[in-house]
């Protein structure tokens, strides 16, 4: 059990997506969604995998500030809430101009949002 609250808790190199091909392919063969100021494009994966994440911040944005605190709070929400995901996927998420200034509170509903409209959450009665 330490070592699963160990990986809960953290954000590992095997959760990131960072190879261009990666992000490529998930764009081309996966969803996409938009909700808030965020945008998704996901794959499903098959079960044994677990959830990775990737994070896009264009340079609109703002300045790099700004574009680090996006990719910040993006991965705190992934990373607190990736255990309710009613199957593992590869997700790509790209912050939007509306994130700068934005409360944690604010971009985590918008990220929960995003994923329930999805269907990648599990249902609450689920468990």
């Known amino acids: 059990m330490a070592a699963e609250s160990t990986q809960q808790q953290g954000f590992a190199r095997a959760d990131r997506i960072k190879a261009s091909r990666e992000f490529a392919r998930i764009k081309l063969d996966g969803q996409r969604l938009v ?9 499903r994966l098959e079960m044994p995998a677990s959830s990775r994440l990737g994070v896009i911040t ?10 680090n605190r996006a990719r910040r709070l993006v991965r705190e929400a992934f990373r607190l ?8 996927v590869d997700l790509v998420i790209i912050a939007r101009n509306s994130i700068v200034g934005k409360p944690y509170s604010g971009v985590e509903k918008d990220f929960l949002t995003l994923l329930r409209k999805a269907g ?8």
Not at 35 to 43: E, K, Q, T
Not at 58 to 67: E, M, S, T
Not at 120 to 127: K, Q
């Open 35 to 43: 909700s808030g100021c965020l945008i998704a494009n996901w794959r």
């Open 58 to 67: 264009p340079g609109r944005i703002g300045r790099a500030v700004d574009r």
């Open 81 to 88: 809430n990736r255990t309710g995901f009613s199957s593992p």
């Open 120 to 127: 990648l959450l599990r249902l609450e009665r689920e468990g």
